[in-house]
């Protein structure tokens, strides 16, 4: 786990419950979750959760800008502005 | 037990009664509203994709909300992927799924109808009788048919010319039933409905998951899709994969070429459309459609039939402290799919949870992605992203899509694998 992604952790938690409630999951985590299992997947269908920020930002990019060949996250990478990205993957580094 | 063991226990149990007793006399000591504010009761109706997934999501958020989540069917069927069942490619029980572990999870499952809503008092009144006060109540309840819209049908004729159409697992099943005890050289006959409606691409993937089964079963019989429209979701992909794999099997009537259906005779077999007159063997009509009727009962439902909702809070425009989800909200260009659903459920719950700890809940991103299976090894797909633009939901400037129509065919392989990962994913998050 990485510097940051250890003080984001502890930072999460110190904080009491329901103020965790409502600032964790960025915009666009919750239809992550449909189609990468929260645990297990495969390499087509990775699991998120605890993946490297910097990973998730470049395969994101990646499948942005057409250079990683994709069936749907193309079309769906699209949707996301650079600072959405960094967002989600923060956000997913920091899980267990 | 050893005496030990017994003392603990005993011990322990006196504790938890010692506790419980101390709750009680505080809860009644405090005023209404701050007890409100201590444990926030929430009331899901309609255990589906969106309200299974957001009593999930919500118990995960929020361990202190009291959750209620009311369902008359203790078994649910899966509509997404269930035109498998038809092609033979699943069998029924893989779509169905119990609510054991949402119970377990800690959601109080009520097995009734809801009947009736008082906005005002808040609470829900359940064909048991018994009524659920709330602090926010959530309406997932789907959709309802228009069983008025089509001269001839009715809901007694569903019995024997299924719709196939709701989470009803039987209708399904009398469908494949009819299909396959059918004498090879009929026809079958598919009723599309007119726009908004659920799963805008499902009559098609039936269309062809059904002539995918009389391919190889009964090879002289044909299947006619009766169409109320003159265009559908990935229509050149659909049209394509039938010319094909099921060309002289599978036609498309569109409203321009004669598919408006007239009326149908349940008796004779026959329907009548502008231009012709089809005597079919078996008939899936699957009428216009509306909210579900507790969404009109509560008054959140307008002129549309369907429900006005803030898309941030998912809230009603309509009535204070009710939420629609699923089929029934109207979700801008966000088509009436599963996906789209199960993932408004996690964001109402997300907006509940941040409404209850007085915080702003923040302006959602959402996906919707589906695919149809149109043969094994052959799935196409429609994907998009949605953000709210003044107060409905728009799709992403350049992002969704449908699949490319020059694919290869290893690429609708791996869609078609992809539609059953997400199936089995997405069940296993909000069922599982």
Redesign the interface.
């Known amino acids: 786990m990485t510097t940051k992604a250890t003080i984001l952790t502890l930072a999460l938690a110190l904080l009491p419950?329901?103020?965790q409630?409502?600032m964790?999951?960025?915009?666009?985590v919750?239809?992550c979750?449909?189609?990468?299992?929260?645990s297990g997947g495969d390499p087509?269908?990775p699991q998120l959760a605890g993946r490297n920020a910097t990973e998730i930002v470049a395969a994101m990019n990646a499948f942005r800008s057409a250079k990683r060949p994709a069936?749907?996250m193309d079309?769906?990478a699209?949707?996301?502005t650079d600072d959405?990205i960094a967002a989600i993957a923060a956000w997913y580094a920091a899980q267990r | 037990m050893t005496a030990q063991a017994m003392v603990r226990a005993g011990k322990t149990r006196r504790h938890i009664i010692r506790n419980a007793a101390a709750t009680a006399a505080v809860a009644a000591l405090w005023p209404r509203a701050v007890r409100a504010q201590a444990a926030p009761r929430v009331v899901i109706v309609g255990g589906g994709f969106a309200g299974a997934s957001c009593a999930r999501?919500l118990r995960e958020?929020?361990?202190r909300i009291a959750i209620t989540l009311v369902e008359a069917r203790r078994i649910y069927t899966a509509p997404p992927l269930s035109n498998g069942v038809l092609g033979g490619l699943r069998d029924l029980g893989q779509q169905q799924f119990g609510y054991d572990k949402i119970a377990a999870a800690g959601v109080t499952m009520a097995f009734a109808a809801a009947t009736a809503v008082d906005a005002q008092a808040r609470n829900v009144t359940l064909s048991t009788g018994d009524k659920l006060p709330y602090d926010r109540l959530v309406l997932a309840p789907g959709i309802d048919l228009r069983w008025d819209a089509l001269p001839g049908y009715s809901e007694a004729a569903a019995a024997k010319l299924p719709h196939a159409w709701t989470n009803d697992g039987a209708q399904i099943d009398l469908l494949r039933r009819q299909i396959a005890a059918m004498d090879d050289g009929g026809l079958v006959a598919i009723v599309a409905p007119v726009n908004p409606a659920r799963c805008p691409p499902g009559p098609y993937e039936r269309a062809s998951m059904i002539a995918h089964y009389l391919k190889s079963k009964k090879p002289r019989s044909k299947v006619v899709i009766l169409d109320a429209k003159d265009s559908f979701t990935m229509q050149q992909l659909f049209l394509n994969a039938w010319q094909q794999l099921y060309p002289n099997v599978l036609e498309w009537k569109s409203l321009s070429s004669g598919g408006n259906v007239a009326a149908i005779d349940v008796a004779k077999k026959t329907i009548e459309t502008d231009f012709d007159n089809y005597q079919f063997a078996v008939a899936n009509v699957i009428p216009a459609q509306k909210a579900g009727k507790i969404a009109m009962a509560a008054g959140v439902a307008d002129r549309t039939g369907w429900c006005p909702v803030d898309p941030v809070t998912f809230e009603s425009l309509q009535q204070k402290n009710i939420h629609v989800i699923g089929d029934a909200a109207i979700a801008g260009a966000m088509p009436k799919s599963a996906?789209a659903g199960?993932?408004e459920g996690?964001?109402c719950a997300?907006a509940i949870?941040?409404l209850?700890?007085g915080?702003t809940p923040?302006?959602?991103?959402?996906?919707s992605?589906c695919y149809s299976v149109v043969a094994p090894d052959y799935a196409i797909?429609i994907?998009?992203?949605?953000?709210p633009v003044d107060g409905q939901y728009m799709?992403?400037a350049?992002?969704?899509?449908v699949?490319p129509l020059d694919a290869r065919p290893a690429?609708r392989a791996?869609?078609a694998?992809?539609a059953d990962?997400?199936f089995r994913?997405?069940t296993?998050?909000i069922f599982g």
Do not use: M, Q
Not at chain 1, 24 to 28: E, K, T
Not at chain 2, 398 to 401: A, L, Q, R
């Open positions: 419950a329901r103020t409630a409502a964790l999951a960025p915009p666009g919750a239809a979750t449909g189609c990468h299992p929260r087509a269908l069936t749907v079309r769906i699209k949707g996301f959405e | 999501a958020a929020d361990g996906f199960a993932v996690k964001l997300a949870a941040n209850f700890a915080a923040a302006v959602p991103k959402l996906v992605n797909s994907a998009g992203v949605y953000h799709e992403v350049g992002s969704g899509g699949s690429f791996e869609e694998k992809f990962a997400w994913t997405t296993a998050e």
